[in-house]
């Protein structure tokens, strides 16, 4: 599985490592703070769907 594009490279030094960290745990706090409700993986995929559809059908016009 490839990375997120907003997670950074694997740390190689201790300084990346503690970067690595602070960002991190910036993520997990953002979404602790976050108080939307969740998307369940249901909805996400029907929705996909209905994109994924609408992609092939203007393919084979």
């Avoid at 953002?30 to 996909?48: I, K, N, S, W």
């Avoid at 994924?52 to 393919?59: E, L, M, P, V």
């Amino acid at each position: 599985m490839k990375p997120m594009a907003s997670s950074p490279p694997a740390p190689q030094t201790a300084e990346q490592s503690a970067e690595y960290d602070r960002w991190f745990r910036g993520k997990v706090a953002a979404a602790l703070q976050d108080h939307r409700p969740p998307v369940t993986h249901d909805l996400v995929m029907r929705q996909m769907d209905i994109i994924i559809d609408r992609i092939q059908k203007n393919r084979n016009i």
